[in-house]
């Protein structure tokens, strides 16, 4: 059964169809530090809450490493920052690799196919994005898989643009990074990654606003639409703020890649995907800043992903496309695979009357 996985610096999630449907499962990227003691590990184990153990010192992970950190009133910790593992973090890779283990699970059977998401190279900063990829990409073999590695925005063309044969651009704004890829008929033109996404708009407005970072992102998330009027010196004026600066950025960005290119006579649709486009108005606001960037390709439209109720689970919700683009190329390998090794079969016994 093949899976595709989603590693964000936010969120990381695994898409599957193993019942004819697909499925997801999803922890939060972080963690944070408790003492340890008899009574909170059996509360924690009861409550079946994923956490690891360090000497004297609980690791609790996920989910719940948020709801702990309101309750005690502590900072969580990111493994990732800016869309790769964070360097500042000394227990990115073991955190990482927890999370990892509980949302895919072992395997089903030997080499099942596993295609995941990885950034593609900056253009705007010297980030490694490659000790990032190879590392996700171990830790899934590690555990079975065949591993495949996908570029992010590459997976949203596979999951939102079936219906233009997987010709168009795929926009992908997460927590730490915006990546943007253009494909015709699947085939990648133009990929590339921007060392901007939500945690840019959050940390730009606590910097203008004095308020907390984590209070800014309750209110983006709760509190928060684009194209509202808000009062001057609000945070949601902020906020609107800085989402129009970071899709200007981006669309700049595009147009330059495009101009170095020979893209070809075609219409293309453009897919946008990532938790950080799930704000009330952002496809307008990018509809509009789409048309004054005046690209050098055809655009036929914006593929407009409903909105979803913040904790439900539709394969549909902008914050899934990417592991179920993961799963789609997934499931295409696996088919190609499979139909490679029966031909193989059919091959062999006729070698066999030969050599008779």
């Known amino acids: 059964m093949a899976k595709g996985l989603d590693v964000g610096t936010m969120n990381i999630i695994c898409a599957d169809k193993g019942d004819g449907s697909i499925s997801f499962a999803q922890q939060r990227n972080a963690f944070l530090e408790m003492e340890s003691n008899d009574l909170t590990k059996h509360m924690l184990d009861n409550s079946k809450v994923l ?22 009133n502590k900072h969580i910790r990111r493994p990732m920052k800016q869309g790769i593992i964070s360097p500042d973090e000394k227990d990115s890779v073991p955190m990482i690799k927890v999370i990892i283990e509980r949302v895919l699970g072992a395997p089903e059977k030997k080499d099942e196919v596993l295609y995941v998401s990885v950034p593609a190279n900056p253009v705007d900063d010297q980030l490694n994005v490659l000790y990032h990829s190879k590392t996700v990409e171990a830790l899934a073999k590690k555990l079975g898989y065949r591993t495949f590695p996908i570029d992010e925005g590459l997976a949203v063309v596979y999951s939102e643009l079936s219906d233009s044969n997987f010709t168009g651009v795929g926009v992908s704004i997460g927590a730490g ?6 494909a015709y008929m699947a085939t990648p033109i133009v990929s590339f990654s921007i060392a901007r996404g939500g945690d840019w708009i959050d940390e730009q407005v ?30 949601q004026g902020a906020l609107a703020v800085y989402y129009d600066a970071l899709l200007t950025y981006v669309l700049q960005h595009l147009k330059r890649k495009l101009s170095e290119t020979a893209p070809p006579d075609a219409e293309f649709q453009v897919a946008i995907a990532g938790g950080s486009t799930r704000a009330k108005g ?57 139909a490679e090794a029966s031909q193989s079969q059919v091959a062999e016994p006729v070698g066999a009357e030969e050599e008779e």
Not at 52 to 72: H, I, P
Not at 177 to 182: F, G, I, L, P, R
Not at 214 to 230: P, V
């Open 51 to 72: 956490y690891t153990q360090r000497g004297s010192n609980l690791n609790v992970l996920g989910e719940d490493a948020f709801k702990f950190s309101n309750v005690f």
């Open 206 to 235: 606590a910097t203008s606003t004095g308020m907390a970072k984590e209070r800014i992102t309750s209110i983006k998330e709760t509190d928060f639409s684009l194209g509202a009027e808000y009062e001057l010196g609000s945070v």
């Open 282 to 338: 952002f496809v307008e606001m990018f509809e509009n800043r789409l048309n004054e960037a005046e690209l050098p390709i055809k655009i036929s439209g914006i593929k407009k992903s409903r909105y979803i109720t913040p904790g439900t689970r539709d394969s549909r919700d902008p914050l899934y496309a990417i592991a179920r683009g993961c799963l789609i190329a997934a499931l295409t390998k696996e088919a190609s695979l499979e």
């Open 177 to 182: 990074m915006t990546n943007v890829s253009v």
